[in-house]
């Protein structure tokens, strides 16, 4: 354990000195140019009946973000959940601590954007009771990789993708968005768009789905928000409407 804590907070320090090497080589190749930002801090939280979260974290490109390149995005995450554990027969609480530091590369290609991801995933969870059946307990280091994928068919829609793995417990995601452009016009202030999502979350031994409408790329106030509402359900058969909020800065 001491050994896993020592590799873990080595890892953490190593990210952040390349973080900072980044955004200092960022601003060397891009500029103090406001138009062409190296850097994009972004917050989120999640809320529905059996969990609330909060997120945060920032993606940095030395070369900016309208060209292929390097990218390092570093995500800090938290929150509180519960599910009910066969083997105690009864619930259990369980909080949550997330690091990710996942190098990546941006490819854009016309109007398809993806980048890909793949790095350190350390995940903290502390459970009361304790349960010894669930793989997701203690202190885990293991390897993630993520795709995001962006798609403009016509000038006036839009598709968006996620997914995520990690070798922690398997633990996956993955996200899928279609949109209609909302021009600034209609409510004058900026375009953005509006649409249905699909989501999935799963690990060992659980499932979850949401459907919902998503608000995407609305600009207000020098940020970038997005919201989403809908309905959740497990696979204990737990069900209950979802609210999803983030923002976004470039600098």
């Known amino acids: 354990m001491c050994v896993r804590r020592v590799y873990a907070a080595t890892s953490v320090a190593v990210a952040f000195i390349v973080c900072l090497g980044f955004g200092i080589s960022g601003n060397a190749l891009a500029g103090d140019d406001p138009d062409d930002p190296t850097v994009i ?14 997120y945060g974290g920032f993606l940095t490109a030395p070369g900016g973000f309208e060209q292929d390149g390097l990218m390092l995005k570093m995500l800090l995450s938290g929150g ?35 980048k890909f991801f ?12 304790d349960d ?7 202190t885990d280091i293991g ?7 962006w798609y403009e068919p016509t000038p006036a829609t839009m598709v968006a993708g996620d997914l995520s793995l990690s070798t922690i417990a398997t633990n996956n995601s993955a996200r899928i968005a279609y949109g209609w452009r909302v021009p600034e016009e209609v409510i004058g202030i900026g375009d953005f768009y509006v649409g249905p999502e699909a989501q999935y979350f799963a690990s060992d031994g659980y499932r979850h789905w949401r459907l919902g409408a ?3 790329g ?6 970038e928000w997005s919201a989403a509402a809908g309905f959740a359900q497990d696979s204990e ?15």
């Open 80 to 114: 509180a959940y519960r599910y009910t554990a066969q083997d105690l027969n009864t619930d259990v609480i369980g909080a949550e601590a997330v690091i990710q530091v996942l190098p990546g590369w941006r490819i854009k290609r016309g109007d398809i954007e993806a």
């Open 118 to 129: 793949f790095g350190l995933d350390i995940e903290r969870h502390k459970l009361w009771p």
């Open 218 to 223: 609305l600009k207000a106030d020098g940020y």
């Open 143 to 149: 390897a993630r990789f993520a795709v995001e994928l």
């Open 214 to 216: 998503h608000v995407t």
């Open 132 to 138: 010894p059946g669930n793989r997701l307990r203690g």
């Open 41 to 54: 801090l972004f917050s989120g939280r999640d809320l529905w009946r059996n969990g609330v979260f909060a």
């Open 237 to 251: 058969r737990r069900s209950s409407p979802y609210v999803r909020l983030g923002f976004s800065q470039k600098q």
